[in-house]
């Protein structure tokens, strides 16, 4: 079973680090990943497309007109459905700089 994930953006230029998302993207081939960018106003969609460009499991949505949070899930959820076929039966919602902000470690090990 592969797992899907929607992350939305607005105006996150400065917290997108492009090597970053690659590098540990890249380390979850099993993950399908919708990034959706929300009417952002900066150069977000540039760096969100070049993480698209390297990695061969992200997904962009580009929404022209601003939506709330919910909305721009559904808009993702509803790719992944049309494009990966996959059932989607809970999500977390969390916003781009949150992710941005989460550190994930080099290797997750079992033994502490």
């Not at 996959?86 to 941005?100: E, F, K, T």
Request: aromatic content about 8%.
């Amino acid at each position: 079973m592969k797992i899907g994930i929607i992350i939305i953006f607005h105006n996150n230029e400065n917290e997108i680090d492009t090597k970053y998302f690659i590098e540990k993207i890249n380390q979850a081939p099993g993950l399908k990943i919708c990034f959706v960018n929300n009417d952002s106003r900066d150069y977000t969609y540039n760096r969100l497309k070049m993480v698209k460009e390297a990695c061969d499991n992200v997904s962009l949505v580009n929404i022209k007109k601003s939506k709330s949070d919910i909305s721009a899930v559904r808009a993702g959820a509803r790719y992944m459905n049309n494009n990966f076929k996959q059932n989607i039966n809970s999500s977390i919602l969390w916003n781009g700089a949150q992710i941005a902000k989460l550190k994930i470690p080099d290797r997750v090990t079992d033994n502490p």
